[in-house]
């Protein structure tokens, strides 16, 4: 593991971080689960892109900079540290775009990645269906060939971002005979496009972060298959390993709330309760084993390694690490926390609840870990 960071990383970082300290709202923007918010967001994409910090680890011909991972990491830690905007493109641009940078085609690249870069296209899973959720070769929407494409049907459900976005990507039976993993394929879907449906399922807080999409013979063209028909389980596990490795769950989320609790505790923490400020210590120190596990990754894939099947034990310290720091924040301010205006922390620990669920539940993880790391025999399902 690397841990030095060089001249070139360092000025990349503090022109970061002066950026950040000139643009970032001095109030925070309207949740991106709302039409006005997720509009708003959309501007701050935009921006971002004019700075060319939207997407920095991109080739420059898509919007990037080039930045080497170590250079990523550190953009992200200034990113939550200076409290900017949630990215409304994160599906996009942490899952579709290692996707089409591993399978995709030159088109497709320079037909789909500038407009995710500028949040001019905003990217929601079809990922999920009512009886295929972690167990995702268990889908049954279909694909079926017709002159020029396919045309879709089926339903998926819990789509991220999916109420106001634009486009869907996700996979389909292609294949009417085959089972599991087989005869899947890998598509990019218009949620414009005549035969769609989108019906938003409002959350906790009433706010619809996810919907259902329902596709009735919705046409797709084969320009918008990703990687070759039939062959979209190994395409979509690129996808799946950004969700659950490095990509979407960067240390600097957890540093920058580890920092905010340590500073509660300094606040309003009592000394006598030693319980407690072990708690805060431990989330402390969690997020920084986290930070040193990432600056593991990042030396092993700069070294030519790929995110296999080890990203299953990352996400499942992550989203432990969420609901535990996020518990203890709650701990920390007693139980009138909402009504003292530290709601930010309860909006917190509502979503950490979704981690050991979302990208893939422990119990999928698990057997992840088990089978394919461990080499542990499959057991009677």
Do not use: C
Not at 82 to 88: F, K
């Amino acid at each position: 593991m690397d841990l030095e960071i060089d001249e070139k990383a360092r000025a990349f970082r503090d022109e970061v971080r002066g950026w950040l300290a000139d643009n970032v709202p001095r109030q925070p923007l309207p949740s991106f689960d709302t039409a006005e918010g997720f509009a708003r967001h959309r501007e701050w994409e935009a921006k971002l892109a004019d700075a060319r910090l939207s997407v920095v680890s991109w080739p420059r011909e898509f919007g990037g900079r080039d930045a080497s991972l170590l250079e990523w990491v550190l953009f992200e830690e200034e990113y939550y540290a200076a409290g900017a905007p949630g990215r409304v493109s994160q599906n996009g641009i942490f899952m579709l775009a290692p996707t089409l940078f591993s399978h995709g085609t030159d088109e497709q690249r320079r037909r789909v990645l500038p407009k995710m870069a500028r949040g001019e296209e905003v990217w929601a899973q079809a990922w999920s269906e009512p009886e295929a959720g972690s167990d995702i070769a268990a889908l049954r929407s279909t694909a079926t060939r017709t002159e020029g494409g396919w045309l879709l049907s089926g339903q998926k459900t819990w789509s991220s971002r999916a109420t106001y976005a634009d486009r869907a990507f996700g996979l389909f039976r292609s294949d009417p005979e085959s089972k599991r993993h087989k005869g899947l394929t890998y598509f990019m879907i218009d949620l414009r496009a005549d035969g769609v449906r989108v019906r938003p399922i409002p959350q906790l807080d009433g706010e619809p972060g996810f919907a259902e999409i329902f596709l009735d013979e919705v046409f797709v063209p084969d320009a918008d298959v990703i990687g070759e028909p039939g062959n979209g389980w190994r395409v979509a596990m690129t996808t799946a390993n950004n969700e659950r490795g490095l990509s979407l769950r960067s240390p600097g989320r957890f540093l920058a709330a580890a920092d905010r609790l340590v500073e509660q505790w300094s606040r309003t923490g009592d000394p006598a309760d030693t319980a407690l400020a072990h708690r805060v210590a431990d989330a402390w120190i969690g997020a920084r084993a986290y930070q040193l596990y990432t600056f593991g990754t990042v030396s092993r894939l700069e070294a030519g390694g790929e995110l296999g099947p080890e990203s299953s034990v990352n996400k499942l310290f992550w989203s432990h690490l969420d609901v535990d720091l996020h518990e203890t924040a709650l701990d920390l301010l007693g139980p009138e926390a909402e009504l003292r205006g530290e709601r930010s922390w309860a909006d917190g620990w509502l979503f950490s609840l979704a981690g050991p669920i979302y990208g893939g539940t422990d119990q999928i993880q698990r057997n992840t870990v088990a089978e394919r790391l461990l080499g542990l025999p499959r057991g009677d399902r």
